[in-house]
């Protein structure tokens, strides 16, 4: 007859098999699914870009919308950095970016018009500030391009 001591022992060892069975599954199965983001698609550009992509879902609400969009730019600086050290820039992302610039230039305008008439809600300051923002979705949806696409020659590319 066994001992208590030696059942709970092998139980214990069965147990832990088990356990490393079902991990070592879990990491064959996510290794391999479609969606496991290969090493070219530069992680902390991928962070700036998940951060951007937050603010810009936060919206923009009143007198701190400026400050919100000047966040954004912040944001969209580092990633601009970020894709520069990598060489990852395009024509689209230029185009993307100078929407940015023209964009924030006529909020500025906008915004100096506003406090000149003491008119928070200025209806031109509204509408620039909805265009900066939807300039820089275009330059998320810039980057998030390039950051995304295999680099050359990685054989990610059909001739």
Known sequence: MMSCSTMGGRARRGTARAVASVAALAALATGCREDAAPAWEY????ATLTSLSRALD???????????????DALAERAFAEA??????DDAY????????????????????????????YPPLERAQEAERLAYRQL?????????????????ETA
């Open 58 to 72: 936060e919206g923009c609400g009143g007198e701190s919308c400026a400050d919100e969009l000047d966040r954004l």
């Open 43 to 46: 992680p902390e550009l991928r």
């Open 94 to 121: 230029v185009g993307a970016r100078n929407r940015v610039d023209r964009a924030r230039h006529l909020r500025l305008a906008a915004a100096a018009q506003a406090r000149s008439l003491r008119d928070p809600h």
């Open 84 to 89: 520069l050290d990598r060489r990852l820039l």
């Open 140 to 156: 998320l949806a810039a980057l998030e391009k390039v950051r995304s696409a295999p680099p050359p020659g990685d054989g990610g």
